[in-house]
T-cell receptor, first 113, second 109 residues
Framework: DAGVIQSPRHEVTEMGQEVTLRCKPI?????LFWYRQTMMRGLELLIY????????DSGMPEDRFSAKMPNASFSTLKIQPSEPRDSAVYFC???????????FGNGTRLTVT | KNEVEQSPQNLTAQEGEFITINCSYS?????LHWLQQHPGGGIVSLFM???GKKKHGRLIATINIQEKHSSLHITASHPRDSAVYIC???????????FGKGTKLSVKP
């Protein structure tokens, strides 16, 4: 299996622009998570899906952030409009049901100037 | 106070040394995870445990539910073990993890 695939690996954009991060989970996994990692706050859960349905989005910082999972093999995290404080590494992870570990993607390093 | 505390924050060891990283938490959990993040940034799940002890190669993870404490041990450490080790606890049934700030380990040859 190719593992969790995220794109792009790096994104540099100007403040005010729309940013879309993409994730393909491992086939057969029915849980998908979006995390954000910063130096100040470490890793934080933004949102997670079960069977394509958002279960907990309490970590989404504000309305500028939105996430979708239109099917079992694809999810997006969108920031519109982006701000410099959104600069971070965004990780996607997936797992199957039950007592199983998380599998992380390689992350997208976002820089908003 | 953070719900998940790790110690130490930074650790430097000589190759071959026995290493212990500690994690304490203050909330009820369903499971505890140990993750490894290499300098390149990728995160790998090392262990997920809810009781007792698990071993994988030179790595050992233990958890004491009553004391709300877990340890990660590395025996015969090697420079390739240099990474950030992150403790995370699961509150709910599946994936809502709360992360510690990580322990940065550097193993010198």
């Amino acid at each position: 299996d190719a593992g969790v695939i995220q794109s792009p690996r790096h994104e540099v954009t100007e403040m005010g622009q729309e940013v879309t991060l993409r994730c393909k989970p491992i086939s057969g996994h029915d849980y998908l998570f979006w995390y954000r990692q910063t130096m100040m706050r470490g890793l934080e859960l933004l949102i997670y899906f079960n069977n394509n349905v958002p279960i907990d989005d309490s970590g989404m910082p504000e309305d500028r952030f939105s996430a979708k999972m239109p099917n079992a093999s694809f999810s997006t995290l969108k920031i519109q409009p982006s701000e410099p404080r959104d600069s971070a590494v965004y990780f996607c992870a997936s797992k199957d049901s039950g007592n199983s570990p998380l599998h992380f993607g390689n992350g997208t390093r976002l820089t908003v100037t | 106070k953070n719900e998940v505390e790790q110690s130490p924050q930074n650790l430097t060891a000589q190759e071959g040394e026995f290493i212990t990283i500690n994690c304490s938490y203050s909330v009820g959990i369903s499971a505890l995870h140990w993750l490894q993040q290499h300098p390149g940034g990728g995160i790998v799940s090392l262990f997920m445990l809810s009781s007792g002890k698990k071993k994988h190669g030179r790595l050992i993870a233990t958890i004491n539910i009553q004391e709300k404490h877990s340890s990660l041990h590395i025996t015969a450490s090697h420079p390739r073990d240099s990474a950030v080790y992150i403790c995370a606890v699961a509150r709910g049934s599946q994936g809502n993890l709360i992360f510690g700030k990580g322990t940065k380990l550097s193993v010198k040859p």
